[in-house]
């Protein structure tokens, strides 16, 4: 049974720091690996999908990693502003495009 | 716009009754999912129909029951509304989904937020 954790669940840092959210998954037979923005009392934003091909896909400040053999994937965001605020979840995919979550890592960018 | 959208935003309702919510994309995908955001916030899928076809039934109580009239449409119906039932639920698409393969990448619609009193 396939299971997502994200690490850590919650993180504080000051503007134009970096940020490094980490995600594992315990089967490595995924399609492929979504990251997700999700702001208080929204939807879910697409940020990066990276196919299980793959080892990594950027975009703008954004940057994932993927290593499907060890579970691992890494989403880096680089100069953070306080709009950077949100919850960022990573989800694997199986079969039929269905999507595991996990718990979300909380983040916060104080100016 | 593009997008994934969703109706009611907010359902407020009584225990024991029936409600609905839509859900519409205009995307041009083949596939769209139910997904259920809990009080801690954790999402799990519910449904997904490939072509108006049901494609995935994750163990939800078959008081949930989705209808797809046609691709861009999936609404869900929930009999006998219960205190557990409380919660955000989101709509889905993706272009295509396969049995031995994943999909595209999958766009979400803003939610519902349902509450049972």
């Known amino acids: 049974k396939q299971e997502v954790t994200q690490i850590p669940a919650a993180l504080s840092v000051p503007e134009g720091e970096n940020l490094v959210l980490n995600c594992s998954f315990t089967?490595?037979?995924?399609?492929?690996l979504q990251w997700f923005r999700q702001d208080p009392g929204k939807g879910l934003t697409s940020l990066l999908l990276?196919?299980?091909?793959?080892r990594e896909q950027t975009s703008g400040r954004l940057n994932a990693s993927l290593d499907k053999s060890s579970g691992r994937s890494t989403l880096y965001i680089a100069a953070s502003q306080p709009g950077d605020s949100a919850t960022y979840l990573c989800?694997?995919?199986?079969?039929?495009?269905?999507?595991?979550f996990g718990a979300g890592t909380q983040v916060v960018v104080t100016p | 716009d593009t997008a994934v959208s969703q109706t009611p935003k907010y359902l407020v309702t009584q225990m024991g009754n029936d409600k609905s919510i839509k859900c519409e994309q205009n995307?041009?995908?083949?596939?769209m999912y139910w997904y259920k955001q809990d009080s801690k916030k954790f999402l799990k899928i519910m449904f997904s129909?490939?072509?108006?076809?049901?494609?995935i039934n994750e163990t939800v109580p078959n008081r949930f029951s989705p209808k797809s009239p046609d691709k861009a449409h999936l609404n869900l119906h929930i009999n006998s509304l219960e205190l557990g039932d409380s919660a955000v639920y989101f709509c889905?698409?993706?272009?295509?989904?396969?049995?031995?393969?994943?999909?595209?990448?999958?766009?979400f619609g803003p939610g519902t937020r349902l509450t049972v009193l």
């Open positions: 989800a694997v995919q199986g079969s039929w495009g269905k999507l595991q």
């Open positions: 990276i196919q299980s091909s793959q």
């Open positions: 889905a698409s993706s272009a295509r989904a396969g049995p031995g393969a994943g999909s595209n990448e999958q766009f």
């Open positions: 089967d490595s037979a995924i399609y492929n």
């Open positions: 995307l041009g995908h083949d596939t």
């Open positions: 129909y490939n072509n108006k076809e049901l494609i």
